[in-house]
């Protein structure tokens, strides 16, 4: 089974930037959408973005102009930049690939920490 990696969490103090990364280990069901995640302590798992294997990209109103999600599909890869970070971006980050249409799958990577002090 394809599984998602990802890495470039850490700590970082208001107004940084950091990058995450995330890596399958295989190739990926056609027509795939990779996305972003996140979940803050005692709070749902949020959507942050996502891009479709055709490059469709949809933005969560809350990171809107300070996050920027990319795909490689040839690579199986995705990042997302994350600018002008605040302190109520402190989450923990995973990655998601999703396939909707039959025959459906979903994937998701551990998680990646990342801090925000301020």
């Known amino acids: 089974q394809v599984q998602l990696v990802e890495s470039g969490g850490g700590s970082v103090q208001a107004g940084g930037s950091l990058k995450l990364s995330c890596a399958a280990t295989?190739?990926?069901?056609?027509?795939?959408?990779m996305g972003w995640y996140r979940q803050a302590p005692g709070k749902q798992r949020e959507f942050v973005a996502s891009?479709?294997?055709?490059?469709?990209?949809r933005i969560a109103d809350s990171v809107e102009g300070r996050f920027t999600i990319s795909r490689d599909n040839g690579k199986n890869t995705l990042d997302l930049q994350m600018n002008n970070l605040q302190p109520e971006d402190t989450a923990i980050y995973y990655c998601?690939?999703?396939?909707?249409?039959?025959?459906?799958?979903?994937?998701w990577g551990q998680g990646t920490q990342v801090t925000v002090s301020s």
């Open positions: 891009v479709t294997s055709g490059g469709t990209t």
């Open positions: 998601r690939a999703q396939r909707a249409v039959t025959p459906t799958y979903t994937q």
């Open positions: 295989g190739r990926l069901p056609g027509a795939s959408t």
